[in-house]
């Protein structure tokens, strides 16, 4: 076993003996700087939200297969290749905002080889805006107010109207900052760059917003064709302006204004919010206006307003049936007489009696009477309530159903007042347990029941519960069954109204027998 171990050394020995005596190459291959590309020049980096983009340039560039890209960033501190490009750009994406980020890039030429690494530069991406007005759509002003938003270690901007960012530098960081736009109305722009504390540029954000000083009506048009309108008619009313979402009224004449238009396509316009404002005006009042001038109105969303603007032609609108007046009314109780003067027009249909418990009614309520008999001009309203007003007007309607109101009168009824008491005889025995009462019968109008009450001493009042409800007023006996032989009961009857009030007849008393 020894000797087998020892021919083992020796034959490893002899193997590094003939390893060492190997005559070396005569012709080594001698390396040449110019295989080798060079490092990449004046690398840069622009920043924005989540991303960085490189750029760098190239001394010699056409034989250039790609680029590496190398990272490390404030948490991981050695360089590592994380992409390639075969441009002198890179966009490093889904980057952490609140990390600070270093790169380096090398070239590789068409043979494979890689040249040194660029200068380090360092980045770190943030969320950059500007924002015009707090986010306002429109102003009415060339001067607005800019909003930025930047991280903490932002020193410098630069702002512009136009993306060039001609004849523009770099100026100190403040927020608020108040701006300016050339004159004229239209969509505005801002453009601006930040500056960090790496010295960074960041890619253009810009914000926008419509600029609008004036307004004006293109035209205002009916469509009457110069016929006569009347109550229950319809007329189409149309202002082109050159602006959306803005406020369109019309006023006919003096006698009515402010009819609103409306820009979304509901009165027959098929493109909505294009500027042309309609509607479809009923005429529901009674009046007239002879050539009346119709006049459109407009105001635009930021608050401009325009010059009102007359339609080509006058309108005429006419209501025919005429007015009646209502006389002062007569109260009687809870009932009110109305009347009136008589209407004589010829197309006469109907009066129709409206009423409220509060002034300047209108016929939207429900007609309490319809009365088509034109010579019947009066009528009794009867069931009210009890020191009340009620207020009336007769409207007069023609054939056309054409109406017109009256003046509006008031009544009030009169106050409740206790019903008038009732006479009650002294009970007749009947039989050994029953007294028969009877009074006289109570004929006032509000009548709502007789109650009857007995106690076995005297006074008798209504602290105790009633032995008899009876609402028919024309029953005026009452058998009184099963009493205790050999006792006196007194009895009273009171009379109630339909209000609660009560009056009580005169105590009266029967006695059974032992």
């Not at 960012?165 to 109305?185: A, C, H, L």
């Not at 919010?273 to 007239?288: H, K, R, S």
């Not at 009074?439 to 008899?468: C, G, K, L």
Request: a negative charge; proline letters at 5%.
């Amino acid at each position: 076993m020894k000797i087998f171990s020892s021919l083992v050394i020796l034959f490893f020995i002899f193997i590094l003996l003939f390893i060492a005596c190997i005559e070396k190459p005569n012709n080594p291959v001698a390396v040449i700087n110019d295989m080798f590309p060079p490092a990449p020049q004046k690398p840069e980096a622009t920043v924005g939200d989540r991303n960085i983009v490189l750029s760098w340039q190239m001394v010699k560039s056409s034989d250039i297969y790609q680029y590496y890209i190398f990272r490390k960033d404030s948490i991981n501190r050695e360089f590592k290749l994380i992409d390639s490009s075969q441009a002198k750009t890179f966009i490093d994406k889904f980057l952490d905002n609140r990390i600070d980020y270093f790169y380096q890039i090398s070239a590789i030429n068409l043979n494979g080889y890689q040249g040194p690494r660029s200068v380090p530069i360092s980045a770190s991406p943030g969320v950059y805006n500007v924002i015009i007005n707090n986010g306002a759509q429109y102003t009415d002003s060339i001067s607005v107010f800019l909003t930025f938003v930047a991280p903490a270690n932002v020193s410098l901007i630069k702002i512009c109207n136009d993306s060039f960012f001609n004849n523009v530098t770099w100026e100190p960081f403040i927020s608020p900052k108040e701006w300016r736009f050339d004159v004229g109305d239209g969509i505005k722009k801002v453009y601006a760059k930040f500056q960090n504390g790496f010295g960074n540029e960041t890619l253009t954000v810009i914000d926008s917003i419509t600029l609008d000083t004036k307004a004006f009506i293109n035209s205002v048009t009916e469509n009457t064709g110069g016929a006569v309108k009347t109550i229950g008619d319809t007329i189409h009313f149309t202002i082109i302006s050159n602006e959306i979402n803005g406020f369109a009224t019309i006023n006919i004449g003096e006698e009515i204004e402010d009819i609103v238009l409306y820009d979304d396509g509901t009165y027959g316009d098929s493109i909505p919010y294009d500027g042309c404002y309609e509607v479809d005006y009923i005429i529901t009042e009674y009046f007239t206006a002879i050539d009346a001038l119709i006049i459109g109105n407009f105001v635009d969303q930021v608050g401009n307003v325009a010059l009102p603007v007359a339609a080509a032609e006058p309108i005429s609108i006419q209501s025919f049936p005429t007015p009646v007046s209502l006389f002062d009314p007569a109260v009687d109780g809870t009932s009110i007489y109305l009347s009136w003067t008589q209407n004589n027009d010829t197309d006469f249909s109907s009066y129709r009696i409206y009423r409220s418990k509060l002034p300047d009614l209108k016929s939207n309520l429900s007609a309490i009477a319809v009365i088509t008999d034109r010579t019947t001009n009066y009528f009794r309203d009867e069931g009210l309530e009890y020191s009340e007003s009620y207020y009336y007007r007769v409207y007069v309607y023609n054939e056309s159903g054409q109406s017109i109101e009256s003046n509006e009168v008031v009544g009030t009824t009169d106050p409740n007042t206790i019903p008038d008491k009732v006479f009650l005889a002294v009970p007749k025995l009947l039989d050994n347990r029953t007294l028969r009462l009877s009074w006289t019968q109570n004929n006032d109008d509000d009548f709502a029941s007789y109650r009857i009450f007995r106690q076995e001493s005297s006074p008798v009042n209504t602290n105790t519960a009633a032995i008899m409800i009876i609402t028919t007023q024309t029953t005026t006996t009452y058998n009184d069954e099963n009493l205790a032989r050999d006792t006196e009961y007194f009895y009273r009857v009171f009379v109630y109204d339909k209000e609660g009030l009560c009056a009580g007849s005169e105590e009266v008393s029967g006695k059974t027998t032992p």
